[in-house]
T-cell receptor, first 115, second 113 residues
């Protein structure tokens, strides 16, 4: 079974631009979560989608948004980019929504650099 | 809120040495506990997990036991290899999972031949 895929793997943008990242979950997985990884803050939860609806959200500004499609694929959007948005963005998929016991499987990430 | 504390390293060991990476946590509610590993340039891979007290997770020679009384989930391996060099993350998620996974800062492990 194919794993979680993310595109693109690398992005370079300038301040003020907006960016869209894509994630395809493992086949049969219906929940998709997004995380930001930076050297300073470590790994932080952004949001979780299930059945095309955002179900849970971390402590990030409204510039960070996302959506999920009927095939469970998800996109994440960051508007008005700031230098501090430079990070590795990781997508994770799991079978069910919000379960402590369910395992989240991660993709390889998208490395975003904001200049 | 939830939090995870682990040594950040780098931790440098010789091949075939015994490994322990400490992980302690605080959680509101009853968490499940996880260890993930990240190799250079890659995403996170699940190494092992435990979902209730006294459970032992194991995989690829690594083990960790869920200790509720000491709120700990220490990672151990009896004999490390150069290929184990990576960053290891301890994480938890509580029932309902509204906050997603909460991660420690990660421990950079370097194994020398």
């Amino acid at each position: 079974k194919a794993g979680v895929t993310q595109t693109p793997r690398y992005l370079i943008k300038t301040r003020g631009q907006q960016v869209t990242l894509s994630c395809s979950p493992i086949s049969g997985h219906r929940s998709v979560s997004w995380y930001q990884q930076t050297p300073g803050q470590g790994l932080q939860f952004l949001f979780e989608y299930f059945s095309e609806t955002q179900r849970n959200k971390g402590n990030f500004p409204g510039r960070f948004s996302g959506r999920q499609f009927s095939n469970s694929r998800s996109e994440m959007n960051v508007s008005t980019l700031e230098l501090g948005d430079s990070a590795l963005y990781l997508c994770a998929s799991s079978l069910v929504l919000g379960s402590a016991q369910d395992t989240q499987y991660f993709g390889p990430g998208t490395r975003l650099t904001v200049l | 809120g939830n939090s995870v504390t682990q040594m950040e390293g780098p931790v440098t060991l010789s091949e075939e040495a015994f490994l322990t990476i400490n992980c302690t946590y605080t959680a509101t509610g009853y968490p499940s506990l996880f260890w993930y590993v990240q190799y250079p340039g890659e995403g996170l891979q699940l190494l092992l997990k435990a979902t209730k007290a006294d459970d032992k997770g194991s995989n690829k020679g690594f083990e960790a036991t869920y200790r509720k009384e000491t709120t700990s989930f220490h990672l151990e391996k009896g004999s490390v290899q150069v290929s184990d060099s990576a960053v290891y993350f301890c994480a938890l998620r509580t029932g309902g999972g509204a906050d997603g996974l909460t991660f420690g800062k990660g421990t950079h492990l370097i194994i020398q031949p």
